[in-house]
């Protein structure tokens, strides 16, 4: 983890974390952004979000991250959070088959108001708990395939994939986000050949602009 939060950032990435009410999902975000884990948590109410200033390769990149209310009364709020995420994990509950049959409902959701190539990695939280499993790892990891999604079985109570899920995650949005820019920057100078072989520089596009904390934010 970065020593400060307000270290100069290259990246501002935006990620939510989704799924039905009581599949850990404020316990995840807990462990990664402050390694802690509240036996007590609460369902959350609306909108919570932590961050956490992470390295991928020489880039410093700074991961909102957005837990979201699960229960029913909160999704026409929840859902305009969506907006902007380039990443998500999609989390069920191992113990709880009814949150896992509900995982397409959420999918449906992320992919009609999330970005396009928003990275989505499905989460089977709870592992700890196995002696209580309703949804068998490959039946999961089989929806995913199908779905084209990453996945992941974790356990925010033992620290088991957490740094993993979410690491992952900021991973290949950043290879993506990369991979735009520099398809931008092929935009911007473009060289014209001219009939007396001189060439010139033709400015198409603008260069990505820089949020006030100084982080580009895709």
């Known amino acids: 983890m970065a020593d400060s939060l307000d270290e100069e950032c290259d990246y501002l ?9 009581g599949v850990g999902k404020s316990n995840l975000l807990s462990r990664f952004s402050k390694n802690e884990f509240r036996f007590d948590s609460r369902p959350t109410i609306g ?21 979201t209310a ?16 380039l990443g998500a994990l999609l989390v069920y509950d191992i113990t709880r088959v009814a949150t896992f049959d509900n995982i397409k ?9 999330g970005n396009p190539d928003m990275v989505i990695i499905l989460v089977g939280n ?3 708990l196995h002696q209580s499993r309703e949804v068998q790892e490959e039946e999961a990891r089989h929806l995913a395939e199908l779905e084209n999604l990453l996945f992941m079985e974790t356990s925010a109570k033992d620290n088991l994939n957490v740094e993993e899920a979410f690491l ?3 991973r290949r949005i950043h290879a993506i986000a990369s991979q ?19 060439e010139i ?16 934010s895709f």
């Open 180 to 198: 735009k820019t520099l398809d931008l920057h092929k935009k911007i100078v473009k060289l014209v050949d001219f009939p007396n072989g001189k």
């Open 13 to 21: 990435f935006k990620a939510v974390l989704t799924g039905d009410s």
């Open 168 to 170: 992952e995650m900021v």
């Open 70 to 85: 699960g229960q029913e009364r909160f999704r026409a709020i929840t859902s305009s959070y969506y907006r902007g995420a």
């Open 105 to 113: 409902k959420w999918l449906r959701e992320l992919r009609e108001f």
């Open 126 to 128: 709870k592992c700890d």
């Open 201 to 216: 520089i033709s400015i198409h596009e603008v260069t990505p602009t820089k949020s006030n904390s100084n982080c580009c």
């Open 47 to 67: 909108v919570e979000f932590a961050y956490r200033n992470i390295k991928v390769a020489d880039k410093l990149v700074k991961t909102q991250i957005w837990d």
